[in-house]
């Protein structure tokens, strides 16, 4: 089996496409979506339009909850805040019955799909530091875990014989061999708005058989999705950062 995994999309239909036909290239037969499919981003609902079609295991992420009145915006930055409000409103009564229906973890043997951390997941908590990937890797009983949040990749390896130690790899795209470790949590980065300075769109790819796990970049039309930011009257800054990944 060969697992796709979007993550943070943010409305970025132009990252989302690029991203799609790569992974299409790469023989994905199982979709998945680790949340975050709005906010920031100026076509919210084509990115859930996208997602419904290729039949996303998908699970909610901070900003599809605010966007549902279920989470207190006051937590966010202001960009972010704003970009909630521009959202909210705009969402068709589909797209706000679709994101009802998330749920915060989804199981799916062989993987576990979740937006922060398996620790606490109503907490949107992130996965950034070899602690918090314990706290997450405490709570993970499939082989392989699932999750976003940060907008930057990175992969953690436990055996179940050594569960505090850690082999970590970090990197904006790499290719990883999982073979002979019982737990793997991937932070797969983000399509829509990558944080790690590297401004091309991520995905991960697994590949069950062969036991490998990617993350991998590609390039897209940064500044057509800049142009309809401002065109849409979203805040300068969630154009800018596009170009530089932050
Ligand atoms: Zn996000």
């Given at each position: 089996?060969?697992?796709?995994?979007?993550?943070?999309?943010?409305?970025?239909?132009?990252?989302?496409?690029?991203?799609?036909?790569?992974?299409?290239?790469?023989?994905?037969?199982?979709?998945?979506?680790?949340?975050?499919?709005?906010?920031?981003?100026?076509?919210?609902?084509?990115?859930?339009?996208?997602?419904?079609?290729?039949?996303?295991?998908t699970?909610?992420?901070?900003?599809?909850?605010?966007?549902?009145?279920?989470?207190?915006?006051?937590?966010?930055?202001?960009?972010?805040?704003?970009?909630?409000?521009?959202?909210?409103?705009?969402?068709?009564?589909?797209?706000?019955?679709?994101?009802?229906?998330?749920?915060?973890?989804?199981?799916r043997?062989?993987?576990?799909?979740v937006?922060?951390?398996?620790?606490?997941?109503?907490?949107?908590?992130?996965?950034?530091?070899?602690?918090?990937?314990?706290?997450?890797?405490?709570?993970?009983?499939?082989?392989?875990?699932?999750?976003?949040?940060?907008?930057?990749?990175?992969?953690?390896?436990?055996?179940?014989?050594?569960?505090?130690?850690?082999?970590?790899?970090?990197?904006?795209?790499?290719?990883?061999?999982?073979?002979?470790?019982?737990r793997?949590?991937?932070?797969?980065?983000?399509?829509?708005?990558?944080?790690?300075?590297?401004?091309?769109?991520?995905?991960?790819?697994?590949?069950?058989?062969?036991?490998?796990?990617?993350?991998?970049?590609v390039?897209?039309?940064?500044?057509?999705?800049?142009?309809?930011?401002?065109?849409?009257?979203?805040?300068?800054?969630?154009?800018?950062?596009?170009?530089?990944?932050?």
């Amino acid at each position: 089996m060969r697992i796709g995994i979007l993550g943070d999309i943010h409305g970025n239909v132009e990252a989302l496409r690029a991203v799609v036909a790569a992974m299409q290239k790469d023989g994905v037969d199982t979709w998945v979506q680790v949340g975050d499919i709005v906010g920031y981003g100026p076509e919210p609902s084509t990115c859930i339009d996208i997602v419904r079609e290729l039949g996303c295991v998908t699970c909610l992420g901070n900003h599809d909850a605010a966007v549902l009145g279920l989470l207190d915006t006051s937590y966010f930055n202001n960009f972010a805040r704003a970009a909630i409000h521009w959202t909210t409103p705009r969402m068709r009564p589909s797209d706000l019955q679709f994101l009802r229906s998330l749920q915060l973890v989804v199981k799916r043997p062989p993987f576990t799909v979740v937006h922060g951390s398996l620790h606490m997941p109503d907490q949107f908590g992130y996965v950034i530091t070899q602690v918090e990937a314990i706290d997450s890797l405490e709570q993970q009983d499939t082989r392989l875990c699932f999750v976003g949040h940060s907008h930057v990749p990175s992969i953690y390896l436990r055996r179940d014989s050594a569960p505090t130690e850690i082999r970590v790899d970090p990197s904006s795209e790499f290719e990883v061999s999982y073979q002979g470790y019982d737990r793997v949590l991937m932070n797969v980065g983000s399509v829509g708005q990558p944080r790690d300075e590297d401004p091309r769109a991520a995905y991960g790819l697994v590949d069950t058989d062969r036991e490998i796990a990617w993350v991998k970049r590609v390039h897209y039309d940064i500044a057509g999705v800049q142009r309809k930011i401002r065109e849409a009257g979203l805040p300068e800054v969630l154009a800018n950062r596009l170009a530089l990944g932050v």
